[in-house]
């Protein structure tokens, strides 16, 4: 499994192969406004990069996660 994935799945309290690129916010019980601003603190801290507010609000799938970091030069 990915870093990201087993972030997102500890983070969100998911089992991690419930992770996939079209889980999103919301669709995901545990995946609420703090879960993610939990997230987004963990990803940045563990692929020491820096989010921007317009970065944080449109990750709102795994796939756009994805994107944003790997635009980053995050090592997914």
């Known amino acids: ?19 996939g690129d079209s889980l999103s916010f919301s669709e995901t019980e545990t995946w609420d406004s703090l879960s993610h601003m ?24 795994i796939a756009a996660i994805k994107r944003i970091l790997g635009d980053k030069g995050a090592d997914l």
Do not use: C, H, Q, Y
């Open 38 to 61: 939990d997230l987004i603190a963990t990803l940045e801290e563990t692929f020491g990069v820096s989010l921007t507010a317009e970065e944080i609000v449109s990750m709102t799938d």
């Open 1 to 19: 499994m990915s870093k990201l994935t087993r972030i997102t799945a500890e983070v969100l309290r998911l089992p991690e192969e419930a992770i």
